[in-house]
């Protein structure tokens, strides 16, 4: 395999401005798309006599996937530049997309925001940015899309650029650190390739932007973090609690601690893909074995961490939500159900403590009566059974949570003060 680092990559920005398309031209420009579905593809074109065939077909694919109703239709694709290998994670608007980048199941650590020249920042442009600040995205690629259909024209891209940064300004987010690109991600201009389209435009291609992105640094100084996902009886062993490491190093032989479980004792093996290893890190996938512990001793949704830094038990927390989509109003009493890491619990909103504006920050009322969706608010919320969780300013991976009720995401949010148990 290669020995590139790896980066998950989220597409943002309101829909219909290209985020689709410009997945697929990344796959395509980079030879993601394999060769022999390429030649298959050109065979049926030319017989059909259609040219342009090869970027096409990967329209064409996603297209399809699209109406079959697969949410993931631009997720979970794979490519490569030189210095990194790209996952593009969940995008907003898709189903699970906040619960999934919140839970750490497809965190992404950078994005490339689409604006469509001709239409410009958009409502879905602002909340995504909005929620990218939110969710901790480190830096944004800004493509301002579409560029063939103005012309190509330098005044209208400046117009967008200009736009853009204001939204970032009004957001907080660093709009210092943000390159902005002038794309068509379909006719390839300013992708791979320097476009004579763009004669004006002195900047990088996307795909040197992405390749300049600065490597994630992998939360190895935290202290261990490892959310339980399972926990089996394997013959032999005995009980095997499985799970993803968000951040910290398990070794043979420390001393851990199961939380809210509240049990513990010395890690005797530690196995990840089949093989025993001494130790693990940020994002192995390992099952390991604790001296003296038994299957109902722990269970899904306990944390993992040093006996001697154990992971901390919320009666209750402060925390920053932003309401996605609610029926009807949020008021102090409600219960729905808190996803956080691999736990699920049924939490109480205490009280609201302040309502806030959503793109920029300030505080719009005390202690409002109720929230309902687009709102940005700060929440007291009491857990009704044990819950683990972080302060997101210590523990980020451990630190924040989507709200599900009626089978939908209705908020997402960032612990901002826990209350120990
Ligand atoms: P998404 O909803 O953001 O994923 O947008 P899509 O990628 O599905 O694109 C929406 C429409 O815009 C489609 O008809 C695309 O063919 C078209 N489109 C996307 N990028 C460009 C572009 O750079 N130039 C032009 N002219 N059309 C584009």
């Given at each position: 395999m290669s020995d590139e680092r790896h980066q998950n990559l989220a597409v943002i920005g309101?829909?219909?401005?290209?985020?689709?398309?410009?997945?697929?031209?990344?796959?395509?420009?980079?030879?993601?798309?394999?060769e022999h579905v390429i030649e298959q593809h050109k065979e049926e074109a030319e017989e059909k006599g259609k040219g342009g065939f090869e970027f096409a077909y990967v329209m064409d694919n996603l297209a399809e996937e699209r109406e079959r109703g697969v949410t993931i239709d631009i997720a979970h694709q794979e490519f490569s530049t030189d210095e990194y290998e790209f996952t593009i994670v969940d995008c907003p608007g898709h189903r699970d997309f906040v619960k999934n980048m919140i839970t750490g199941a497809s965190q992404a650590d950078n994005a490339v925001l689409v604006v469509a020249a001709d239409d410009g920042v958009a409502p879905q442009t602002r909340e995504h940015v909005f929620l990218s600040r939110t969710l901790g995205i480190d830096e944004l690629i800004v493509a301002v899309n579409k560029m063939d259909i103005v012309d190509y024209d330098e005044s209208k891209y400046n117009e967008v650029v200009s736009d853009v940064k204001d939204l970032f300004a009004q957001v907080g987010f660093d709009a210092d650190g943000a390159t902005f690109i002038a794309t068509s991600a379909f006719e390839g201009d300013n992708v791979s390739d320097h476009s004579d389209n763009t004669p004006w435009y002195e900047g990088p291609t996307l795909l040197e932007a992405l390749n300049d992105?600065?490597?994630?640094?992998?939360?190895?100084?935290?202290?261990?973090?490892?959310?339980?996902?399972?926990?089996?009886?394997?013959?032999?062993?005995?009980?095997?609690?499985?799970?993803?490491?968000?951040?910290?190093?398990?070794?043979?032989?420390?001393?851990?601690?199961?939380?809210?479980?509240?049990?513990?004792?010395?890690?005797?093996?530690?196995?990840?893909?089949?093989?025993?290893?001494?130790?693990?890190?940020?994002g192995d996938?390992?099952?390991?074995?604790?001296?003296?512990?038994?299957?109902?001793?722990?269970?899904?949704?306990?944390?993992?961490?040093?006996?001697?830094?154990?992971?901390?038990?919320?009666?209750?927390?402060?925390?920053?939500?932003?309401?996605?989509?609610?029926?009807?109003?949020?008021?102090?009493?409600?219960?729905p159900v808190f996803h956080a890491h691999t736990a699920q619990v049924a939490c109480t909103i205490?009280?609201?403590?302040?309502?806030?504006?959503?793109?920029?920050?300030?505080?719009?009322?005390?202690?409002?009566?109720?929230?309902?969706?687009?709102?940005?608010?700060?929440?007291?919320?009491?857990?009704?059974?044990?819950?683990?969780?972080?302060?997101?300013?210590?523990?980020?991976e451990l630190g924040s949570f989507a709200v599900r009720d009626m089978g939908q995401t209705i908020a997402a949010g960032k612990v901002l003060d826990v209350n120990e148990a």
């Open positions: 309101h829909v219909d401005h290209g985020k689709s398309t410009m997945v697929g031209r990344l796959l395509y420009e980079t030879g993601s798309v394999p992105l600065p490597e994630p640094s992998p939360p190895t100084d935290a202290p261990l973090r490892l959310p339980i996902q399972d926990v089996y009886t394997i013959s032999g062993i005995g009980t095997v609690p499985v799970g993803r490491i968000e951040t910290g190093i398990m070794n043979m032989g420390d001393n851990v601690s199961f939380q809210p479980s509240d049990v513990g004792g010395e890690v005797k093996t530690i196995e990840m893909h089949h093989e025993e290893v001494d130790k693990a890190e940020p996938n390992v099952g390991f074995n604790v001296r003296g512990i038994g299957k109902d001793d722990i269970r899904r949704g306990d944390v993992c961490g040093p006996a001697d830094d154990p992971p901390t038990v919320a009666e209750t927390f402060t925390a920053q939500v932003v309401v996605m989509q609610h029926p009807s109003v949020i008021t102090a009493g409600y219960t205490e009280s609201i403590d302040k309502k806030m504006d959503p793109s920029s920050g300030e505080t719009q009322e005390e202690n409002p009566d109720f929230i309902q969706s687009g709102d940005a608010a700060v929440v007291t919320v009491r857990p009704q059974k044990p819950l683990s969780i972080e302060p997101s300013g210590e523990i980020p």
